[in-house]
């Protein structure tokens, strides 16, 4: 299992960012691919969810409005994105991969992708 | 939706046993069978250690087990070893609009 994440972006307040998560291997399209943030010494949030298989996905009400996320399904690739940073998006984003069951869990992550907003 | 409550630390020594409580409520905790619990080393990503209340994952010691009871479900670590010492986080199923509810966080010292 291999969940290969974009590196770390620094970016100015008010500039857009794109972060991508790719998920290899065997039926990797049989999951949906998450996204979980962590700021600074703190600790796990929810951001949003995507299938791979499809259009459907579910965005965190704390993010709402915030981001967007989408997917390719040609490559089995998820994408979180920006179109207006501000200094509180600063943190490390992870992704993370849960089964095409309702409620499974995450049952693997990748390494994150930092993503640091400043002036 | 507000985190699940988690004590901010728990200690133990070597060989003992220690049990994380996740407190939720009944629209989370308390209404799904989806309950699971991630280990977290400083610097690297979370890993799954128990979901749906008390299974393992493969790969996992079975000294790491949970319950649940009502609006809490809790995390024992039997036979505590000094790589246990991590941040450990509960998370429940909420809903279709809400698929992830994560604790607060636990750090586990191991003295």
């Known amino acids: 299992v291999q969940l290969e994440q974009s590196g770390a972006e620094v970016r100015k307040p008010g500039e857009s960012l794109k972060i991508s998560c790719t998920n290899s291997?065997?039926?990797?399209?049989?999951?949906?691919l998450g996204w979980v943030r962590q700021m600074p010494g703190k600790g796990l949030e929810w951001v949003a969810l995507?299938?791979?298989?499809?259009?459907?996905?579910r965005i965190s009400p704390s993010f709402q409005g915030r981001v967007t996320i989408s997917v390719d399904q040609s490559t089995n690739t998820a994408y979180l994105q920006w179109s207006s940073l501000q200094a509180s998006d600063t943190a490390m984003y992870y992704c993370?991969?849960?089964?095409?069951?309702?409620?499974?869990?995450?049952?693997?992550w990748g390494h994150g992708s930092l993503v640091t907003v400043s002036s | 939706q507000s985190a699940l409550t988690q004590p901010r630390s728990v200690t133990g020594s070597p060989g003992q046993s220690v049990t994380i409580s996740c407190t939720g409520t009944?629209?989370?905790?308390?209404?799904?069978?989806?309950v699971s619990w991630y280990q977290q080393h400083p610097g690297k990503p979370p890993k799954l250690i128990i979901y749906?209340?008390?299974k393992w994952p493969s790969g996992v010691p079975d000294r790491f087990s949970g319950s649940k009871s009502g609006n809490t479900a809790s995390l024992t670590i039997s036979g505590l070893q000094p790589e246990d010492e991590a941040d450990y986080y509960c998370?429940?199923?909420?809903?279709?609009?809400?698929?992830?509810?994560f604790g607060t966080g636990t750090n586990v010292a191991v003295l």
């Open positions: 993370a991969r849960r089964p095409s069951i309702t409620a499974s869990p995450f049952d693997y």
């Open positions: 291997g065997y039926g990797s399209n049989n999951y949906w």
């Open positions: 995507i299938s791979l298989a499809g259009s459907e996905s």
């Open positions: 009944n629209s989370d905790v308390g209404r799904y069978y989806s």
């Open positions: 749906d209340v008390d």
């Open positions: 998370c429940s199923y909420a809903g279709t609009y809400i698929p992830y509810l």
